[in-house]
């Protein structure tokens, strides 16, 4: 079993920074492909960023490639993803998840696990 607990969230003006956090307590030690997916009101969740179990691989959505950055500790069990010049599209709850293959994918149905939600607000 996995469990992921997600920091970072908050309110902040377009252009500018946050980080978020997502810690992964993992009973066997096992690494785990991880990933970050954002759903704002009345719309799907969608996929923002993956990263490999090891980290050597990385994608990114279109709409935040060049502006999001998503690396990983594995030492710490945690995945960051570092927002910059954020725009008011960016506004949503943002999500981590896990799972035990490899790398992923971009459908939200690939993922075994989730944490919780944190809320990213980005006014113009």
């Known amino acids: 079993q996995v469990q992921l607990e997600v920091s970072g969230g908050g309110l902040v003006q377009a252009g500018g920074s946050l980080r978020l956090s997502c810690a992964a307590s993992?009973?066997?030690?096992?690494?785990?492909?991880m990933g970050w997916f954002r759903q704002a009101p009345g719309k799907d969740r969608e996929f923002v960023a993956r990263?490999?179990?090891?980290?050597?691989?990385?994608d990114y959505a279109d709409s935040v490639k060049g502006r999001f950055t998503i690396s990983r500790d594995n030492a710490k069990n945690t995945v960051f993803l570092q927002m910059n010049n954020l725009k008011p599209e960016d506004t949503a709850e943002y999500y981590c998840?896990?799972?035990?293959?490899?790398?992923?994918?971009?459908?939200?149905?690939?993922?075994?696990?989730w944490g919780q939600g944190t809320q990213v607000t980005v006014s113009s």
């Open positions: 993992v009973r066997s030690g096992a690494i785990y492909a």
């Open positions: 998840a896990a799972d035990s293959r490899d790398f992923g994918t971009r459908s939200t149905r690939w993922w075994a696990y």
């Open positions: 990263i490999s179990r090891t980290g050597s691989l990385v």
